[in-house]
């Protein structure tokens, strides 16, 4: 794959939560690669055979408490908190999992006596909230105004990071929909549109969603972490904004076969979402089609534009939507999930 952006920052000493999952995955994988030596923060039980093949350092611990390295006052120069919660049964418990964890995280960052020289918090376009209807695509300047629950619980995770500001060197990333292997969100669109030849749009209108392919993203973090000026800044990393034909299009070139887009009325959809709740419920395993999820989807945009990162980090994305698509969807085959 193209990197002619050189990796910023670096090599040196990161601290990474969420490295076993999707986005800390390819995080981690990308700083093993420019000679930074890794530790991940990962909770007892979990699936670590990834970093282990790659020779990550592993901490047992919660974020519930403070950082190891926050404790001991080792000394750390990028500290990544990637973990997170998307998927919730209310908003007590995304605020519980995505705003109080990381209360507690950055203030023991902030009281330690070897602070990490930077730090990086990756929030998500949902801290923002939905670009209404007829509104141009916003920047990093716009009041936030996020959705209750999960968009709610990252704004909040924003504002507790933002009261160590003067302590930590931070920088706050802000994704827009990320997508590409290891992804498991996107995974359900990429089936139902392999099966059928359709491609699901929930609710009217022209709908406008901005994606980026998950190594640009990690391309911004490093650039977030290795960019002086980024102390105290806050980035839209994206890929682009697409109309759901462009996506349509992309996806069905990607799986070999085009697409017809099907328009889903809201209360068609929303009783989805509601039996997506039910058989949470029954089973005890967490649905990507469920009450939030259909509620965010049935949203007139989800956009972002990143001129800032582009002016102050020098970021461009590499990988457009078709190149990501194809990609995805090879991978996925690999696996035989599709």
Same mark, same amino acid.
């Given at each position: 794959? @193209? ?61 519930e408490a403070p950082p190891p390295c ?28 995505? !705003? ?38 916003? @920047?990093?300047?716009? !009041? ?18 933002? !009261? ?142 990143? @001129? ?11 990988? @457009? ?18």
């Amino acid at each position: 794959m @193209d990197r002619e952006q050189p990796v910023a920052g670096g090599p040196g000493h990161a601290w990474v939560t969420g490295g076993t999952g999707f986005i800390g995955g390819w995080l981690v994988e990308r700083l093993i690669e420019a000679g930074w030596e890794v530790t991940c923060l990962v909770r007892a039980g979990s699936r670590t055979a990834r970093l282990e093949a790659l020779g990550v350092r592993l901490v047992t611990g919660c974020l519930e408490a403070p950082p190891p390295c926050a404790v001991s006052g080792e000394a750390v120069d990028a500290f990544f908190h990637v973990a997170g919660v998307t998927r919730a049964r209310s908003a007590a418990e995304y605020a519980r999992a995505n !705003a109080r964890t990381t209360e507690i995280l950055f203030r023991g960052l902030g009281e330690s006596p070897t602070p990490p020289r930077r730090t990086v918090l990756v929030s998500s376009l949902a801290a923002v909230g939905p670009t209404p209807a007829g509104v141009a695509p916003p @920047d990093e300047s716009v !009041a936030p105004k996020p959705l209750p629950g999960y968009g709610a619980s990252k704004r909040e995770a924003e504002t507790a990071a933002l !009261a160590w500001a003067e302590v930590l060197p931070l920088t706050i990333v802000r994704p827009p929909a990320v997508y590409g292997p290891h992804d498991r969100n996107f995974l359900p669109l990429f089936r139902v549109a392999a099966r059928t030849g359709l491609f699901p749009v929930l609710g009217w209108g022209r709908k406008c969603l901005a994606m980026v392919h998950v190594d640009d993203l990690v391309t911004g973090l490093l650039l977030a972490a290795g960019t002086p000026a980024a102390a105290g800044r806050t980035y839209f990393i994206s890929g682009g904004n697409y109309g759901v034909d462009a996506v349509a299009e992309a996806l069905g070139r990607a799986l070999g076969r085009r697409l017809r887009v099907l328009r889903i009325p809201s209360p068609l959809a929303r009783l989805a979402g509601e039996a997506g709740e039910i058989l949470w419920s029954l089973t005890g395993r967490t649905r990507i089609v469920c009450r939030r999820k259909v509620t965010d989807m049935l949203q007139p945009n989800w956009t972002c534009v990143f @001129d800032r990162a582009g002016a102050e980090l020098g970021y461009r994305p590499r990988i @457009d939507l078709a190149t990501g698509f194809r990609q995805t969807a090879l991978w996925y085959r690999e696996q035989g999930w599709l």
